[in-house]
């Protein structure tokens, strides 16, 4: 038995998500389908944690174990040239025996991208949130500010999620004015509830449109209650942008 280690790039605008649902066509599901074309057998793909229906990704990482005898690279382009237009297979090696891409990361990396002017967008506007009310970026790196470090991040943890263990450690948050009114807003952390990307971004522009205020960011921390939080931004704005191990 030989295992795998891939990076992904996908549009998730077009899936329920990366793990297979049985209402809807997943990410996972369509690459084990290519895969089991080009190997001959079936294989679990493992990914380094599940993407949201709708979110994208840039640097996915990924594993999978099999008996077959094709060289890596012939695996590499076999599966791409079977993959729809919305994934894409950017590197894929032999990896050690135990690796896991699950169990092995070390953090994630997130993007949260803004587009924030009046005026609508058109042109890839699947690929951003469009806040039209003017953003006070001062305000919001003071509120980011107040979630770095090890905190219980309840409060912005998807309704109803099932994991009891909420203590999680945000390496860094960052809040960046790009060109033509582009706002990218990247997260870092060891590992991230369910939402909890689009719940503190959906609370960072409140706070830049003056419905929050930053100093009140620990309270809002303390109270572990969704509902003290702001809004949660749409998916159409996220991206996984690195996997780290």
């Known amino acids: ?73 012939k695996i ?9 237009d919305d994934i894409v297979v950017k590197d894929l090696q032999e990896a050690p025996p135990d690796f896991n891409a699950l169990k092995d990361a070390k953090g994630k990396v997130y993007l949260y991208r803004i587009q924030n002017q009046r005026l609508r967008p058109v042109l ?53 004015r790009q060109e033509n009114n582009l706002l990218e807003i990247t997260l870092e952390s060891s590992g991230f509830l369910r939402h909890m990307v689009r719940n503190i971004v959906g609370t960072l522009v409140d706070v830049g449109r003056g419905k929050i205020e930053p100093e009140s960011m620990p309270d809002i921390l303390a109270s572990r209650d969704r509902k003290q939080a702001g809004t949660a931004a749409p998916a159409c704005g996220l991206f996984l942008r690195e996997v780290k191990y």
Request: proline share 2%; net charge positive.
């Open 76 to 84: 590499f382009l076999g599966v791409n040239s079977v993959l729809p």
């Open 124 to 176: 890839g506007r699947q690929y951003f949130w469009h806040v039209r009310y003017p953003l006070n970026l001062a305000r919001m790196r003071r509120a980011a500010s107040e979630l770095i470090g090890e905190h219980d991040f309840s409060c912005f943890c998807a309704t109803g999620c099932d994991i009891k263990e909420r203590v999680r450690r945000l390496a860094d948050v960052s809040i960046v």
């Open 1 to 73: 038995m030989r295992n795998f280690k891939m990076i992904l790039e996908y549009d998730g605008a077009a899936y329920c998500g990366w793990q297979r649902q049985p209402n809807g066509i997943s990410i996972q599901q369509v690459l084990e389908e290519a895969l089991a074309r080009i190997i001959g057998e079936k294989a679990t793909i493992i990914a380094s944690g599940r993407t949201d229906a709708g979110v994208h990704a840039m640097n996915q990482a990924a594993s999978f174990r099999s008996r077959t005898v094709l060289a890596a690279n």
